[in-house]
């Protein structure tokens, strides 16, 4: 019997689920899913077929050591301990991935360095020589990984990212990752049973991946090499077997379609087809999806539009909206999944999504929904026994609930960190309701002050004493205006007619230097006492005359 060993399978936030289950099928053992990653237990052999059959995986490690590491002594100490002779000699060459997450270490690449100059150090203590750096094609890759004190050195058994299949020859501007499109594909449960529909299909990293899934092709029979062939334990025999083996293969009874609005993205995704050896199964046309009819079999979309962050598209929310328009005119009765980034575009669609799942792309929290469109209406589609959500998918869409629920009130206890032990009144007030209307009566009040004093700028001037000013002396600005309130203009003022200086007007909410003015018919202002002297000459001369 063979001996067994820890393995990480490393893949985006979102697809562990996923990755577990096609890990439970392949036979591995002791499956745990964690953040980014599975953990399991296999032999050589399913470390073999993990690289080469999953389609949800990045990578596949093998740790060889785990320790505490609070100092960077401590990892140079730990990894120059190790017997580097079972896995390499002075003549192989080695590079070092990190990730780390901790306050003692700031600088992944100072954890890589510290791992690297251990391994040589080692080797020209023992030998006298010392084993060089290779960052593009290494004999050996190795993964530290550091989360606050606990530390992980891995084997990569991959090398280059499985998501690289290698059947791409040409792309379009931001592509889809293969990983990523094959655990939307095998999120939506679809297996082969229906045709298969991407609208924007790109350089069609869906429509490949779909008839791998379909067909049970194994992503990795388009890979050169891997890195656990340069291993000094590598079973070439036990490989090939593998490799060679395709009794699992199956016939696809349906179809698989692929549109694009760019004919450029169209020749694209062809020869990626063509290069991937399923144009049996794959057809492309250059059409826009304001195009697209109703097909004339059961289909599933599933479907990555653009969403304005990586390439610019102009009418971003009208494009959503026509897709929803299509959906509901020309997709009845049939199942779409739509994987977008802003909750804007997802507005514009204009259909309740039965599922919601959080997927990573790259960077980005994007959310895969689930449209049902209905033939006739939804209360006959209920009494015909059908189901929105099967068991599965709802007990999926508690856990994501609760997942989600856990992690904003993680973020509310580390926004609270600084409290004083025990404030739990403070904590609370802070989450209270009453809080946050507070806390938007505030801004709203910061913003009206900002656009008075924006308005007060163009003016030169206080438009209205603010809303804080009790006093109602409106803060006017110096330098614009003679405003003089000394005791001998008063004076003078009293000794005139009228008491009130020209100009000037105290009544909140006008302009002093507009006092009394009405718009005549020619458009212009014009004073109400002109109005008045003019009728006045006018009636004067009428009567003279």
Same mark, same amino acid.
């Given at each position: 019997m063979n001996?067994?060993f820890?393995?990480?399978?490393k893949t985006f936030?979102?697809?562990?689920?996923v990755?577990?289950?096609e890990?439970?099928?392949l036979?591995?053992n002791?499956?745990k899913?964690g953040?980014?990653?599975v953990s399991?237990?296999?032999?050589?052999?399913?470390?073999?077929?993990a690289?080469?059959?999953?389609?949800?995986a990045?990578?596949?490690?093998?740790?060889?050591?785990k320790?505490k590491?609070?100092?960077?002594?401590?990892?140079y100490?730990?990894?120059k301990?190790?017997?580097?002779?079972?896995?390499m000699?002075?003549?192989t060459?080695?590079?070092?991935?990190?990730?780390v997450f901790?306050?003692?270490f700031?600088?992944?690449k100072?954890?890589?360095?510290k791992?690297k100059d251990?391994?040589?150090?080692r080797?020209?203590e023992?030998t006298?020589e010392?084993p060089?750096v290779?960052v593009t094609?290494?004999?050996?890759?190795?993964?530290?990984?550091?989360?606050d004190?606990?530390?992980?050195?891995?084997?990569?058994?991959?090398g280059?990212?499985l998501?690289?299949?290698?059947?791409?020859q040409?792309?379009?501007?931001?592509?889809l990752?293969?990983v990523l499109?094959?655990?939307?594909?095998?999120?939506?449960?679809?297996?082969?049973d229906?045709d298969f529909?991407?609208?924007?299909?790109?350089?069609?990293?869906?429509?490949?991946?779909?008839?791998?899934?379909?067909?049970?092709?194994?992503?990795g029979?388009f890979?050169?090499?891997y890195a656990f062939?340069k291993w000094a334990?590598f079973?070439?025999e036990?490989f090939?077997s593998?490799?060679?083996?395709?009794?699992?293969e199956r016939?696809f009874k349906?179809h698989?379609?692929g549109?694009d609005?760019?004919?450029k993205a169209?020749?694209?995704?062809?020869?990626?087809?063509?290069?991937?050896g399923?144009i049996?199964?794959?057809?492309?046309?250059?059409q826009?999806f304001?195009d697209?009819?109703?097909?004339?079999?059961?289909?599933?979309?599933?479907t990555?539009?653009?969403?304005?962050?990586?390439?610019s598209t102009p009418n971003?929310?009208?494009?959503?909206?026509?897709i929803?328009?299509r959906?509901?005119?020309?997709?009845?009765?049939?199942t779409?999944w739509?994987?977008?980034?802003r909750?804007?575009?997802?507005?514009?669609?204009?259909?309740?999504?039965?599922i919601?799942?959080p997927?990573?792309?790259?960077?980005?929290?994007?959310?895969?929904?689930?449209?049902?469109?209905?033939?006739?209406k939804?209360?006959?589609?209920r009494?015909?026994?059908n189901?929105?959500?099967?068991?599965?998918e709802?007990?999926?869409?508690?856990?994501?609930?609760r997942?989600k629920e856990?992690?904003?009130?993680?973020?509310?206890l580390?926004?609270d960190a600084?409290?004083?032990a025990?404030?739990?009144?403070?904590?609370t007030?802070k989450?209270h309701?009453s809080?946050?209307i507070?806390?938007? =009566?505030?801004? &709203?009040r910061k $913003?009206?002050?900002?656009?008075?004093d /924006?308005?007060n !700028?163009? #003016?030169?001037r206080?438009? @209205?004493?603010?809303?804080?000013d009790?006093?109602?002396?409106g803060?006017?600005?110096e330098?614009?205006?003679?405003?003089d309130?000394? =005791?001998?203009? &008063?004076e003078? $003022?009293?000794d005139?007619?009228d008491? /009130?200086?020209? !100009?000037? #007007?105290?009544?909140?909410? @006008?302009?002093?230097?507009?006092?009394?003015?009405?718009?005549?018919?020619?458009?212009?202002?014009?004073?109400?006492s002109?109005?008045? =002297?003019?009728?006045k000459?006018?009636?004067?001369?009428r009567?003279?005359?």
């Amino acid at each position: 019997m063979n001996e067994e060993f820890e393995l990480i399978a490393k893949t985006f936030m979102g697809l562990e689920p996923v990755l577990a289950e096609e890990l439970s099928k392949l036979g591995a053992n002791n499956v745990k899913i964690g953040r980014r990653m599975v953990s399991f237990t296999g032999d050589k052999e399913l470390m073999y077929r993990a690289n080469f059959q999953l389609h949800t995986a990045i990578r596949i490690l093998k740790p060889i050591k785990k320790f505490k590491a609070c100092s960077a002594e401590d990892v140079y100490e730990q990894i120059k301990e190790i017997d580097w002779n079972k896995y390499m000699d002075n003549k192989t060459t080695f590079a070092v991935d990190s990730v780390v997450f901790s306050e003692e270490f700031r600088h992944s690449k100072f954890v890589a360095y510290k791992v690297k100059d251990a391994i040589v150090d080692r080797f020209r203590e023992n030998t006298g020589e010392r084993p060089n750096v290779s960052v593009t094609n290494p004999d050996l890759r190795l993964h530290i990984h550091i989360a606050d004190e606990d530390a992980t050195l891995c084997l990569d058994s991959s090398g280059e990212s499985l998501h690289r299949r290698g059947y791409r020859q040409d792309s379009v501007e931001a592509p889809l990752n293969e990983v990523l499109a094959a655990g939307m594909i095998l999120m939506t449960g679809w297996n082969g049973d229906t045709d298969f529909i991407d609208p924007m299909c790109g350089s069609g990293t869906l429509l490949i991946e779909a008839a791998l899934i379909a067909r049970n092709i194994s992503p990795g029979v388009f890979r050169k090499e891997y890195a656990f062939e340069k291993w000094a334990d590598f079973d070439k025999e036990l490989f090939d077997s593998i490799y060679n083996d395709d009794s699992e293969e199956r016939e696809f009874k349906h179809h698989i379609y692929g549109y694009d609005v760019d004919p450029k993205a169209v020749g694209k995704a062809r020869l990626n087809v063509k290069a991937a050896g399923l144009i049996k199964d794959i057809t492309i046309e250059p059409q826009d999806f304001k195009d697209f009819s109703q097909p004339k079999e059961k289909a599933i979309i599933v479907t990555n539009p653009p969403y304005g962050e990586r390439i610019s598209t102009p009418n971003l929310l009208a494009t959503y909206k026509m897709i929803g328009e299509r959906l509901k005119n020309e997709f009845k009765g049939n199942t779409a999944w739509v994987l977008s980034y802003r909750e804007e575009c997802f507005d514009q669609i204009g259909l309740k999504p039965s599922i919601k799942i959080p997927v990573f792309n790259g960077s980005l929290e994007c959310e895969l929904r689930k449209y049902q469109m209905f033939e006739g209406k939804f209360r006959d589609f209920r009494s015909e026994g059908n189901e929105i959500k099967t068991d599965e998918e709802k007990a999926a869409m508690a856990e994501k609930r609760r997942f989600k629920e856990h992690r904003e009130f993680k973020k509310r206890l580390d926004e609270d960190a600084e409290m004083a032990a025990g404030d739990i009144r403070s904590f609370t007030f802070k989450h209270h309701p009453s809080y946050e209307i507070a806390q938007q =009566r505030i801004e &709203r009040r910061k $913003r009206l002050r900002q656009y008075d004093d /924006k308005e007060n !700028g163009r #003016d030169g001037r206080e438009r @209205r004493p603010r809303r804080d000013d009790s006093q109602r002396e409106g803060q006017r600005r110096e330098g614009r205006r003679d405003w003089d309130f000394r =005791r001998e203009d &008063r004076e003078k $003022r009293r000794d005139g007619n009228d008491f /009130k200086r020209k !100009g000037d #007007d105290f009544r909140r909410g @006008r302009d002093d230097h507009k006092r009394g003015e009405r718009p005549n018919r020619g458009g212009e202002r014009q004073f109400k006492s002109d109005n008045k =002297r003019d009728f006045k000459n006018k009636e004067r001369r009428r009567y003279e005359d």
